[in-house]
């Protein structure tokens, strides 16, 4: 399969489309659909050309993803808003200043979505996300799929 790629980390299976991301040493994380097609339908690029180490989805936001790289930045994703820039902007959030020391290189999410772990080697960091980005408006499944049908990157079965 394809998502068995070396470099790959896969995410969680989310919603009734079951999207799913991965991220790799590519400088992306992909979006990908199996029920839709074999390739990616989407592929996120680290504005800086670092490797994007993780990517998780929310556990409570349908649409939202956080993404840690080996430059020390996160990034947080709502892709019912926009599939081309992260809410963090092109920059993301420098959580590890010493990049040449420390790469973010896991993400993790606290089970009511309000809080992100973030390894870099032997440190953990904590974020606490403010109510606007952590909880979800109620439509952001159909918008996402929506947009990705809009798009033509999935059609209706």
């Not at 079951?18 to 504005?47: N, R």
């Not at 020390?72 to 994703?77: D, S």
Request: net charge neutral; charged share 20%.
């Amino acid at each position: 399969s394809s998502l068995r790629t070396a470099g790959l980390s896969k995410g969680f299976l989310r919603g009734s489309g079951g999207l799913i991301l991965t991220s790799g040493v590519d400088w992306t994380v992909k979006l990908w659909s199996p029920a839709y097609s074999d390739a990616p339908l989407v592929s996120f690029v680290s504005h800086s050309y670092d490797y994007m180490c993780d990517a998780k989805w929310s556990p409570v936001h349908p649409s939202l993803f956080a993404t840690s790289s080996s430059n020390g930045t996160v990034g947080l994703w709502n892709i019912s808003k926009s599939m081309e820039e992260p809410l963090t902007g092109k920059d993301g959030i420098l959580v590890e200043p010493n990049v040449g020391e420390r790469a973010l290189n896991k993400v993790q999410w606290s089970n009511d979505g309000r809080r992100l772990a973030v390894a870099s080697g032997d440190l953990l960091h904590v974020l606490n996300l403010t109510e606007d980005i952590a909880r979800p408006k109620g439509d952001e499944d159909k918008t996402t799929m929506n947009q990705l049908l809009a798009r033509g990157l999935v059609t209706r079965q």
